[in-house]
T-cell receptor, first 114, second 111 residues
Framework: AQSVTQLGSHVSVSEGALVLLRCNYS??????LFWYVQYPNQGLQLLLK??????LVKGINGFEAEFKKSETSFHLTKPSAHMSDAAEYFC????????????FGAGTRLTVKP | DAEITQSPRHKITETGRQVTLACHQT?????MFWYRQDLGHGLRLIHY???????NKGEVSDGYSVSRSNTEDLPLTLESAASSQTSVYFC??????????FGPGTRLTVL
């Protein structure tokens, strides 16, 4: 079965610094990959997704992620952190179309220091 | 605007009681899901439905049940609440081949 590992449960960066949140996946077939963000006391919101095609995916709020098959990775980056980026980020993998097999990582909490 | 609502947002109950968490979506999505979120585990799928009268077990379904009588609602029932079911519960929906849209969550405490 597919699975996701997020490296680092907590990441702290200074405002204006590069954000890098790491995600590695395991899948027996070409995967669908997602990053979701969760702000305090809210549900998850889709940041970006990879299905097929271009391996560099751009999402909302200046985030992007690159699908690297050879490294089984889908790391999330943002060139310059903003205070409003402080949240919990979840990487997820699915092998099917109907989301019933979606597997989420344990999450990475991003703190942005002024 | 389309949305997913969950009620109640917070619930405290006692061990052994039956509890029902409501989920209502106005996206007109056929697919609906219930997840629980626990520290260190991310989200885990409890039950899901692909349409009216269709329900399926997910990864952690023991002690939970759902029913789907219309497109908009998928209530989650804890038959006999246990302390291990203290968690934050999220309802989500999606279109076929679409991404998940999540509700705001219900924080359940079982004493």
């Amino acid at each position: 079965a597919q699975s996701v590992t997020q490296l680092g449960s907590h990441v702290s960066v200074s405002e204006g610094a590069l954000v890098l949140l790491r995600c590695n996946y395991s899948s027996s077939v070409p995967p669908y990959l997602f990053w979701y963000v969760q702000y305090p006391n809210q549900g998850l919101q889709l940041l970006l997704k990879y299905t097929t095609g271009a391996t560099l995916v751009k999402g909302i709020n200046g985030f992007e992620a690159e699908f690297k098959k050879s490294e089984t990775s889908f790391h999330l980056t943002k060139p310059s952190a903003h205070m409003s980026d402080a949240a919990e980020y979840f990487c997820a993998v699915s092998e099917g179309f109907n989301n019933n097999d979606m597997r989420f990582g344990a999450g990475t909490r991003l703190t942005v220091k002024p | 605007d389309a949305e997913i609502t969950q009620s109640p947002r917070h619930k405290i109950t006692e061990t052994g009681r039956q509890v029902t968490l409501a989920c209502h979506q106005t996206w007109n999505h056929n697919n609906m899901f219930w997840y629980r979120q626990d520290l260190g585990h991310g989200l885990r799928l409890i039950h899901y439905s692909y349409g009216v009268q269709d329900t399926n077990k997910g990864e952690v379904s023991d002690g939970y049940s759902v029913s789907r009588s219309n497109t908009e609602d998928l209530p989650l029932t804890l038959e006999s609440a246990a302390s291990s079911q203290t968690s934050v519960y999220f309802c989500a929906s999606s279109a076929l081949r679409g991404f998940l849209v999540f509700g705001p969550g219900t924080r359940l405490t079982v004493l």
